[in-house]
Structure formats: structure tokens, C-alpha cells
Nanobody, 125 residues
């Protein structure tokens, strides 16, 4: 599975942005999909996940502002980010897991077998 993320950019605090991820090579409708983000010099941080059944999970800092969704017909997953804050600045990675993952591992980056190249989001104050 190849994952191609896009849609990043430079925005101002309070703005909205939607990043997209398109999968190729296999159909990912039964895969667990997620977004992680990373600031250089820090560990990758879980942002949001959506399981094959549509159930969603978020890290606390983005709940109420970010929405993860998927379009199985397009083999794609999206992250709608509203009311962006400077602390949301990072490279955002789209990831996929063919096996769920189990609920207790949704936020663990090691649960995901496939990683995209990342798209950079910069939020200015």
C-alpha cells in the first residue's frame, strides 16, 4: 500500500485546512487509518484515527477542532482541521493498518504498517 498525503500549507491561527491521503496498491476500505504528526526533534504524535467501521478517535488537544473521515470509494482518508493553532504546526503523516488495530493500540504508531511521506502544516500566530 502506498499512501500519498497532500493539502498541507501555511495558514494563520484560526484558519481551517483539510489534508488528504490517497491510497494505492490495495483497497483500504477494511484498513484502520490514522494521522500522526511530528515536529522535528520530537516523537511522532497520534492525532486521529478512523477504523474500518467508521469509529473515530482523537488526541485530546484536537478534539472538537479536527475531524477524520474516509471515502472508501476514493480509497482516501481526510483530516479536516478547524481553528488551527500554532502548536498544530508539524508534518502530518497518513498511516494504515490492515489489521484494525485493536482499540488499545489505536494511538500506537507501531500498530500501523504503512506510512505516507507526510505533508507539512504551518500555522502562524
Amino acid at each position: 500500500v502506498q499512501l500519498q498525503a497532500s493539502g498541507g500549507g501555511l495558514v494563520q491561527a484560526g484558519d481551517s485546512l483539510r489534508v488528504s491521503c490517497t491510497a494505492s496498491g490495495r483497497t483500504v476500505s477494511r484498513y484502520g487509518m490514522a494521522w500522526f504528526r511530528q515536529v522535528p526533534g520530537t516523537e511522532r504524535e497520534f492525532v486521529a484515527a478512523i477504523r474500518y467501521n467508521g469509529h473515530t478517535y482523537y488526541t485530546t488537544s484536537v478534539e472538537g477542532r479536527f475531524t477524520v473521515s474516509r471515502d472508501n470509494a476514493k480509497n482516501a482518508v481526510y483530516l479536516q482541521m478547524n481553528n488551527l493553532k500554532p502548536e498544530d504546526t508539524a508534518v502530518y503523516y497518513c498511516v494504515a493498518s490492515p489489521s484494525g488495530p485493536i482499540l488499545s493500540a489505536v494511538r500506537d504508531p507501531q500498530s500501523y504498517h504503512y506510512w505516507g511521506q507526510g505533508t507539512e502544516v504551518t500555522v502562524s500566530s
